[in-house]
């Protein structure tokens, strides 16, 4: 901006001196504005540095796993209202997409099994080793992801009651990464900086505190099993 505003200006040199003085006043206006919005801009820059490491959701997925990061430079009830509204959105949208993956596959691999199974059935035979060894494999690839899904509905449960706003929304703290709870939802905190009661660069869980007694706690982490390691669906054998 300065270096605008310091460029020639066109017909500048024939401007009278009322004209020059006035535009001189101007840039020096103008650059004391620009170096003071720079200099309430800094603390900001500064503290954007300050941030933790908030996990929660599928430990089992690496992005869950490694956590998000949040700012710790505001209040602590807006820091904690952060946390709730992107946790449960993240897993939600999580959980949303994998579910309809791992039916999907679920689909895939019942067909699978029936073609083979038909197939033995229309030949009036007994099953090959070969088909024998694929149906025991597509069966326990179906246990898997039938598995996987109940872990999925039993994680995303969890996430029940965070929803409105601060009032209406059940109340979340963290666990530090001893598994203590950091009690940022106390009284005695609520008008602190987030940065006053949190370590920065640290990791944190998140958990959701029970209204009929806050001792009560519910971590929002889950485990989902692991992919079979075989590629889905599996192709059958060759007639």
């Known amino acids: 901006v300065w270096q605008r505003l310091s460029a020639p200006v066109p017909g500048r040199l024939e401007c009278n001196e009322r004209q020059q003085s006035r535009w001189r006043r101007h840039q020096s206006a103008v650059k004391v504005t620009f170096d003071s919005v720079v200099n309430r801009c800094r603390p900001t820059m500064a503290a954007a540095e300050k941030f933790v490491w908030v996990k929660f959701g599928d ?3 690496e992005e869950h796993a490694k956590g998000q990061s949040f700012n710790v430079h505001c ?7 952060a946390v709730r509204m992107t946790a449960k959105r993240t897993v939600e949208d999580y959980a949303r997409t994998r579910d309809a993956q791992l039916k999907r596959f679920v689909v895939e691999l019942s067909y699978e099994k029936e073609q083979i199974e038909a197939k033995i059935t229309r030949q009036e035979r007994e099953a090959t080793e070969e088909e024998t060894a694929a149906i025991a494999l597509l069966d326990e690839k179906l246990a898997i992801r039938q598995k996987q899904l109940e872990e999925l509905v039993e994680g995303i449960t969890k996430y029940k009651g965070l929803s409105g706003n601060a009032l209406t929304a059940l109340k979340i703290d963290l666990l530090n990464e001893g598994g203590s709870k950091v009690n940022m939802s106390d009284e005695a905190n609520a008008t602190k900086y987030a940065y006053e009661v949190l370590d920065a660069k ?16 519910v971590e929002l982490s889950f485990s989902v099993s692991a992919d079979p390691v075989d590629p889905d669906p599996v192709d059958p054998p060759a007639a």
Request: glycine share 4%; hydrophobic share 30%.
């Open 59 to 61: 430990m089992n997925n």
């Open 75 to 81: 209040h602590v009830n807006i820091f904690l209202d």
């Open 202 to 217: 640290k990791t944190y869980s998140v958990v959701k505190l029970d209204p009929e007694g806050e001792e009560q706690q």
